[in-house]
């Protein structure tokens, strides 16, 4: 039952996370950086944000069926439950590395927990944990591929300078993401009425891309719809160009409620958004 281990999971010492983090480390270091897909039915998690109530909720509903788990990023600062969020999405990965894809946000960086609250919690709680955690945010995929239902899966965007998706198994796995490729991935934004890459509001080496790029990519890579994250939306979700691109946020509060949202594939590629 995955409801034990939620309790397992609640109950950790800092033994256990240790543990933890050192099983896991090794399968993460295994796994390419571009996650591929199985065909199986697929569910897509936006940001979470510490909102551990929604990681169980979705994990609880769709953990009995052969659904592949999709988390799109961005899993710990700002909520009210960061360390058991993350403690329960490894500790499933350890048991069931097939069963769910973790994906790195752009909140997986030392730079970021320590001025949105991650480190806090960890430092305030548990004590010198950080290391484990930074080595194994290195570690986690930068986006994902079904070959079948021809999807991209990745927590910001696309990035400059990336011309065939597979070249993501070639970057580096860094702590500290330097590669603009790999920092474009976690941070860059689409933009309707927008053309090619420009600068973001969110400063650094992040950028807005429009439609013309979007469309080159998916067009040369044989991509039909992109799934991300990264963004807040009320309602949970919001589509751009056309709908090729899905934007997910699956945390019920942010600054305020939210409708978070899912996405679910059936095994004939239909798509459904998921209330939490
Ligand atoms: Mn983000």
New binding site residues.
């Given amino acids: 039952m995955i409801t034990e281990t939620f309790e397992e999971v609640a109950q950790f010492s800092k033994e256990d996370i240790n543990s933890l983090l050192s099983h896991i480390l090794p399968i993460l270091h295994k796994e390419p950086l571009l996650a591929s897909l199985p065909k199986t039915p697929l569910l897509f998690v936006g ?1 979470t944000h510490g909102d551990w109530e929604a990681t169980k909720t979705l994990l609880a509903r769709y953990w009995d069926s052969p659904t592949t788990f999709v988390f799109l ?2 899993y710990v600062d700002r909520g009210p439950h960061q360390i058991e969020n993350i403690n329960l999405l490894f500790k499933l990965k350890t048991k069931t590395p097939n069963r769910l894809v973790l994906l790195r ?3 997986e960086i030392p730079s970021i927990n320590r001025y949105y609250g991650f480190y806090d919690e960890i430092q305030t709680h548990l004590g010198n944990l950080m290391k484990g955690y930074w080595d194994t945010f290195a570690h986690l995929p930068l986006a994902a591929i079904s070959q079948d239902f021809k999807i991209f899966a990745v ?2 965007g696309i990035p400059e300078g990336l011309d065939q998706i597979d070249e993501i198994n070639h970057l580096p796995r860094e702590v500290e993401p330097e590669h603009p490729v790999t920092f474009q991935l ?2 860059n934004d689409p933009k309707e009425t927008l053309k090619g890459f420009t600068a973001s509001m969110r400063g650094g080496r992040a950028r807005n891309f429009g439609l013309d790029v979007t469309t080159a990519f998916m067009n040369r890579n044989n991509i039909d719809l992109i799934v991300r ?3 807040v939306f009320h309602h949970g979700f919001h589509e751009f160009f056309d709908g090729r691109i899905l934007s997910l946020f699956s945390c019920r509060n942010y600054q305020g409620p939210i409708a978070g949202k899912a996405l679910y594939i059936n095994p004939n590629g239909d798509r459904e958004l998921t209330p939490i």
């Fill in positions: 940001d990023g961005d946000g752009n909140h927590h910001g976690l941070w994250a990264h963004e």
